[in-house]
Each structure stands twice: as structure tokens, then as C-alpha cells.
């Protein structure tokens, strides 16, 4: 290696000295050999370049959100080296592997997951990563949201007898997650809130009336 826009050699008496200018991550990838040599003999040493990149989180989610028992994850791309440690939140208590939590970190990724969240786990998260020369963190929202379930009539429709022109109601109860939108038909056409017909909400009860019935 001689003088060059890369290298710079110094000698200043028994000393000397190589300098690598702008640092590339290749050039962490040589060994460096300084060899000493006279009429009697020759040495050598030998060292490399050991990269320092401060921690840094180079992507995260702002928000994730499943249903109950919908397994979590939450993965962040981190970089740095030395590989940053990893170090996730809840709130401001530390999050530290179990059965429900599980963590994953590697020189790229720092993920937790909840494999059967619960409504509780609904919180801010936060991951920090550390290494000797810097420290970064990001801060995700999780929201866990109840379990859906598909409608269903608790309540039915019954069968009515009644005098032509008198007024008759069907009543259905159904429950559902998220909150079943319901539509009445009369002989498979939908039914409006008008006319003859009016749509009410009695409670937890969805019922249809109808004025001055007639015959089918």
C-alpha cells in the first residue's frame, strides 16, 4: 500500500502509522499487515478494521391491529454494528420472554409476538436498540379488538294470525360482532321504513309492523 486518495502512510520515528480515509464497510472485510524488515531479519503484525454503525431503527410500523387470539406481530428493521441489543416495552415496563411473549432478534430484525392476544393487550409498545456508539427507539399502538362472530337470530321470527286490515309486528332479536346490519323482505323484496310498514328498535328487539295487513 503506498500514498493514495485512500491511504495515507506516516512514519515518525519508531512509529508507524497507516490511515484509511473514509471508511467503506469493505474495507472492514482486509487484514492490515505492517512488516518490519533489516539485514538480520523481518516481523510483522497484523490487525483489522472493526466497523462501528450506530443503532438505528430503519423501519417500524405506527400501528397493528388483529382480533383476540389472532396471533401479534409486530417485526421492525434495525441495523447497526455491533449487532444493537433489543429491548421491548409495554407502557414503560420491560417485556421479557415468555410463553406469551415471544422475541426474536437477529442482525436485521428485532420482532414480538403474542401468539393469543387478549383485549388487555391493547397498548403502546416500544422497541429500543442499543450498541456502543448510538441508541434509537419507535414506539407502535396495538389494538386488539374483540373476536368477530357471525350473525345470529336469538330471537326469530314467528308466524302471525290476524284479521284483514289489523295491525300485525314480527319481532327477531340477532347478535353478531361487529353489529349485524338487518334487512326485512316481503316476498324477497327489501323492505323500507315506509308506507304501510315501519321499522322499529325496541330494546335489544328489531321490529317489523305492518298496517292494515292484507291477504297474501
Do not use: M
Amino acid at each position: 500500500i503506498g500514498n493514495t486518495d485512500k491511504y495515507r502512510i506516516e512514519h515518525v520515528e519508531e512509529t508507524a502509522t497507516l490511515t484509511v480515509i473514509n471508511v467503506q464497510i469493505e474495507d472492514t472485510y482486509a487484514e492490515y499487515t505492517c512488516r518490519a524488515v533489516n539485514p538480520i531479519g523481518e516481523a510483522s503484525t497484523t490487525g483489522k478494521l472493526v466497523p462501528q454503525v450506530p443503532a438505528k431503527i430503519t423501519q417500524a410500523p405506527d400501528q397493528v391491529t388483529v382480533e383476540e387470539e389472532q396471533e401479534l406481530i409486530i417485526t421492525c428493521t434495525i441495523a447497526g454494528l455491533p449487532q444493537p441489543k433489543a429491548t421491548w416495552y409495554k407502557a414503560d415496563k420491560v417485556i421479557k420472554p415468555s410463553k406469551k411473549y415471544i422475541i426474536e432478534t437477529t442482525s436485521e430484525t428485532a420482532t414480538l409476538r403474542i401468539p393469543k392476544p387478549v383485549l388487555q393487550d391493547s397498548a403502546s409498545y416500544t422497541l429500543t436498540v442499543e450498541n456502543p456508539v448510538g441508541k434509537d427507539s419507535a414506539t407502535i399502538v396495538v389494538e386488539v379488538k374483540e373476536k368477530g362472530t357471525p350473525p345470529e337470530f336469538v330471537i326469530v321470527i314467528k308466524t302471525k294470525k290476524v284479521k284483514e286490515g289489523e295491525k300485525a309486528d314480527f319481532n327477531c332479536k340477532v347478535i353478531g360482532n361487529p353489529n349485524p346490519e338487518l334487512t326485512w323482505f316481503y316476498n324477497g323484496q327489501p323492505i323500507e321504513g315506509q308506507g304501510r310498514y315501519t321499522l322499529l328498535e325496541k330494546k335489544d328487539l328489531q321490529v317489523l309492523e305492518v298496517l292494515e295487513t292484507t291477504p297474501t
